[in-house]
């Protein structure tokens, strides 16, 4: 099997299901491609991340992973940190989409926490990261995150979402994200949205 999907919605699943999801995973090491959803599962907190955390790090073979943890409320910044350092086995990684849209819980140092998870990702291509609602967020964590993508230099296309209540994140945030932006010369796509609808695209 090279094509992983799963999706579930709703306060009765539990860290019990990811559980089970991680050990699934495991027994599949030649994956290509993930894609899970997992939309309002309120039940679901940090040691549920730490679980997939531990399933993800094994598929060595992984191409392009897609998790969206919409409205997961209990997620944290450790929950991030687990998360971060499951990526950096996934050197084969060439896109990734993580939607924490919702996840009031995480803060700008939860941003850190998954950006160091991106050093050792030197095929990534692109990069999609949605922080709606995430209303912890300021410019501080966007710098963390500056600074560990510009070392990614096979970069080609990003998509980072701040929309909704980021109230924190400032035009000092989007200075600071793009001096760590310029160091990627192979960028062909930006797009990066913020409070008031405002998009860049280059």
């Keep these: 099997m090279k094509i992983f999907r799963f999706k579930c919605d709703g306060d009765v699943y539990t860290n019990e299901t990811l559980k089970t999801l991680a050990h699934i995973m495991k027994s599949f090491k030649k994956l290509r491609k993930i894609d899970i959803q ?4 309120k ?5 549920a991340l730490r679980d997939l955390s531990v399933g993800l790090k094994r598929l060595s073979s992984l191409r392009y992973l897609t998790v969206d943890f919409i409205d997961c409320s209990k997620f944290t910044d450790q929950g991030l940190k687990n998360f ?5 086995r996934l050197t ?11 996840c009031s819980g ?3 140092q939860g941003l ?8 050792r990702l030197s095929s990534l291509e692109c990069i999609n990261l949605n922080f709606a609602l995430c209303v ?4 501080k964590g966007l710098k963390h995150l ?4 510009r070392r990614l230099s096979s970069l080609r296309s990003i998509n980072f979402d701040f929309t909704l209540f980021c109230q924190g994140i400032t035009d000092q945030g989007l200075k600071n994200l793009g001096e760590g932006l310029e160091k990627l010369t192979f960028l062909q796509s930006i797009s990066l949205n913020f409070k008031g609808s405002l998009t860049l695209i280059s």
Excluded at 112 to 119: A, M, P, Q
């Design 38 to 41: 997992l939309i309002e599962c």
């Design 43 to 47: 039940a679901i907190n940090n040691e």
């Design 84 to 88: 971060g350092e499951s990526l950096q």
């Design 92 to 102: 084969s990684l060439q896109s990734i989409s993580l939607n924490f849209a919702g």
């Design 106 to 108: 995480i803060t700008d």
């Design 112 to 119: 850190k926490n998954l950006g160091e998870g991106f050093d």
């Design 136 to 139: 912890k967020l300021t410019d």
């Design 146 to 149: 500056s600074e560990d993508l």
